[in-house]
């Protein structure tokens, strides 16, 4: 399991180790060897290496074992080890990933990017474009397309096409830059030293020296060296250590380093840019969402991109929903300017988690599919234009995501569960006709159990074996479910490791999926299509228990009885511990809804009444689920420009509602109609 990485807004660092001045107890050499003091101190914070024979020893492809390959590479560039190291692991976390690109493009343990080449032989997947953005039924539809991909042909930012730089300094082909490791680490070490020698820094053996080459690397080592978030977690890990072992099953070991300081420039504040909403520990800058007036073609008046507010004051922050952007970060920026187009309120960007702002905390984004869901949710784009399902994501994203969460979850007392954390992927469609555009990402490649451990929340065992609530966790590297589409219908997908487990009608892996009537309507069994959500559970999603058999287990989804695979040996979930539900007693079944809105009487008569509008699943009687929170009914009418925010208005009503996990989706039912069982 990775540890938890340190947060610098809710754990101050400690200071009682002395700063750069300490030269006398570094190495003097390339390969010196520190004091007796340091290097003890360093030994007892360390992870053990692994025993011989182990997957520590695995031969690499090209020779040697990884460790042995990170040392050569660091030997060859008079690179430190320790930097080559820690800076592969917050892009790669030391993967190879089979040689796949990642979502923005960049290959092997370096992530050197070839943006261009990742392009030209993308597989195309990618989620749905009918999804009306905004979601609100009193509305017309925001109906917009995707972004373009970028072509291969167009010209890219020097970040995504760093592969090329390290083959002009190793001489070594881009073909094996890609798929050898070996070649990778090569490259990344030559950037490094590249970087280092452009800042006028000697290529030194203390990688106290090498920061600013560290927060350089992400842009392609030959600009600013302003990926400091980068680098300072970078530097972290040099402190903290780590040890895992690798999707080619070959073990890596840092050796911590604990009285390693960064340079005093880092402790500084973090620089920002605009009146930001982000924790200090990541680079985060405000990059506005457009607001104004436009006219259309027809010379009708129109407004955009997202509605003025005043939350938390107006209305309660309930979710913050995890978005990929099927567009490069550039592309993103242009796009969120757009007043035609829909928002967000940051984007993230993938080479080094660098965040920018668009839309206020207190207003509400078009960016959901779900107005009500809009109306109480944050929305966070994370960059990937390439929707391949074997596309990965890099470390650095996914601290600085969990480090946002974890800081809007404080700012807005949001708990940090899968019932307000969600999938852009998990949020309902707001009513029956819409269930079957709503989009399908960040998809099942989206590593949730590494997200929410680096949030300091891991999914954990709650309860004991026989309890009637599982909260799904597979082994994500290890878990590896088929799924078809990515090069036509029905052809398998690349092996990849997944977050999500599969549901069956029975307890075999011959039983066909489950149903989802609002997907099919005529009652066909959902498929292994990567998009395809309708049979599909996701970790830390916590369903009630519907039966045991075997290695299988059943739990109550989409109103009928679903199977997974759960063997003793290879646990695909664990004992949870949450709220249960089931239809009041005289019901046979009882329905669905994909928004909380207040009940008829509740508008008054200058807002229009919003439907209820079920949605096309029924539970029955005896069937149980899993709910979250418990609210009144709330609608948020912003229809009008308001720059000033005094004409919305937000309905209440007396109703009350939970809400459930469904299926892959939440939903909500109302309190009346159920009875709590645990």
Same mark, same amino acid.
């Given at each position: 399991m990775p540890r938890s990485f340190r947060d610098p807004d809710s754990a101050p660092a400690d200071d009682s180790s002395s700063g750069r001045g300490r030269r006398g107890e570094r190495r003097t050499g390339r390969r010196g060897s520190r004091s007796a003091v340091v290097a003890a101190a360093a030994a007892a914070l360390v992870v053990p290496l692994l025993t011989a024979g182990s997957p520590a020893t695995a031969d690499q492809p090209d020779g040697g074992t990884l *460790?042995?390959?990170? $040392?050569?590479? $660091?030997?060859?560039?008079?690179?430190?080890?320790?930097?080559?190291?820690?800076?592969?692991?917050? *892009?790669? !976390?030391?993967?190879?990933?089979?040689?796949?690109?990642?979502?923005?493009?960049?290959?092997?343990?370096?992530?050197?990017?070839?943006?261009? @080449?990742?392009?030209?032989?993308?597989r195309t997947q990618g989620r749905t474009s009918s999804e009306d953005a905004r979601g609100d039924s009193a509305r017309?539809? !925001?109906? @917009?397309?995707?972004?373009?991909?970028? *072509?291969?042909? &167009?010209?890219l930012p020097a970040r995504l096409r760093t592969l090329a730089r390290a083959a002009e300094l190793t001489g070594l082909d881009a073909a094996r830059l890609r798929s050898s490791t070996e070649a990778n680490l090569r490259g990344g070490a030559a950037l490094l030293a590249d970087a280092q020698r452009r800042l006028g820094h000697p290529l030194s053996a203390d990688p106290e020296d090498w920061y600013e080459a560290v927060a350089a690397y992400p842009g392609g080592g030959r600009g600013e060296p302003s990926a400091t978030a980068f680098a300072d977690d970078v530097f972290d890990v040099l402190r903290t250590g780590e040890s895992r072992t690798t999707d080619t099953g070959a073990a890596v070991t840092l050796r911590a380093t604990p009285e390693l300081r960064s340079p005093q420039a880092s402790d500084r504040a973090r620089r920002t840019r605009g009146r930001v909403e982000c924790p200090r520990s990541v680079d985060c800058e405000w990059y506005p969402a457009a607001y104004e007036k436009w006219t259309d073609d027809s010379g009708t008046e129109d407004y955009g991109n997202?509605?003025?507010?005043?939350?938390?004051?107006?209305?309660?922050?309930?979710?913050?929903?995890?978005?990929?952007?099927?567009?490069?970060?550039?592309?993103?920026?242009?796009?969120?300017?757009n007043p035609k187009y829909v928002s967000w309120n940051y984007t993230l960007r993938s080479s080094d988690g660098h965040v920018a702002q668009h839309v206020r905390a207190k207003d509400a984004a078009w960016h959901a599919g779900n107005w009500y869901v809009n109306s109480k949710s944050v929305g966070l784009e994370h960059e990937g234009f390439l929707t391949d399902p074997d596309a990965w994501y890099t470390e650095a994203m996914y601290r600085s995501s969990a480090r946002l969460v974890k800081y809007l979850a404080r700012r807005y007392d949001i708990p940090l569960d899968r019932q307000h954390i969600l999938g852009h992927d998990n949020v309902p469609g707001p009513t029956a006709s819409s269930v079957p555009g709503m989009h399908t990402d960040p998809g099942p490649y989206w590593d949730w159990q590494h997200y929410f451990t680096l949030m300091g929340k891991p999914f954990t065992p709650k309860a004991g074996p026989r309890s009637g609530v599982v909260t799904i966790r597979p082994d994500y590297d290890e878990?590896?479910?088929?799924? @078809?589409?990515? %090069?036509?219908?029905?052809? =398998?997908?690349? &092996?990849?490791?997944?977050? $999500?487990? !599969?549901?069956?009608?029975?307890?075999?892996?011959?039983?066909?999926?489950? &149903?989802?009537?609002?997907?099919r309507p005529d009652g066909s069994p959902s498929t292994t299509g990567v998009n395809d959500t309708g049979a599909r559970a996701t970790t830390g999603q916590q369903y009630a228990v519907a039966g045991r058999k075997g290695d299988w287990t059943a739990v109550w989804y989409l109103g009928q009885k679903a199977w997974f695979h759960n063997p003793a040996g290879r646990r695909t979930a664990v004992p949870g511990r949450g709220t249960v539900l089931t239809p009041r007693e005289g019901r046979t079944e009882i329905p669905v809804y994909g928004r909380a809105y207040p009940e008829a009487d509740a508008f008054p008569q200058d807002v229009p009444v919003q439907a209820l509008s079920p949605l096309p699943y029924k539970i029955a009687a005896g069937?149980?689920?899993?709910?979250?929170?418990?609210?009144?009914? %709330?609608?948020?009418?912003?229809? @009008?420009?308001? =720059?000033? $925010? &005094?004409?919305?208005?937000?309905?209440?009503?007396?109703?009350r509602y939970y809400q459930i996990q469904l299926g892959h989706r939440v939903a909500f039912v109302k309190a009346a109609d159920v009875r709590v069982v645990r």
């Open positions: *460790q042995q390959q990170f $040392a050569a590479a $660091a030997d060859r560039y008079h690179v430190p080890e320790k930097v080559l190291l820690g800076v592969s692991y917050l *892009q790669s !976390r030391w993967n190879a990933h089979q040689g796949a690109p990642s979502v923005s493009g960049g290959y092997g343990p370096m992530h050197l990017t070839d943006a261009r @080449t990742a392009l030209a032989s993308s017309p539809l !925001r109906s @917009t397309a995707l972004p373009a991909r970028p *072509q291969p042909t &167009e010209k997202h509605d003025k507010a005043r939350r938390p004051g107006s209305q309660k922050i309930d979710y913050i929903v995890v978005h990929d952007t099927e567009g490069t970060y550039e592309t993103t920026l242009g796009l969120v300017t878990h590896k479910p088929l799924y @078809t589409g990515c %090069e036509g219908a029905g052809k =398998p997908c690349p &092996e990849h490791g997944s977050s $999500a487990v !599969r549901l069956h009608q029975a307890p075999d892996k011959s039983s066909p999926l489950v &149903e989802d009537v609002g997907l069937q149980r689920y899993v709910a979250g929170l418990k609210t009144a009914g %709330e609608y948020l009418y912003a229809v @009008t420009y308001d =720059p000033d $925010a &005094e004409n919305f208005q937000v309905v209440r009503g007396k109703q």
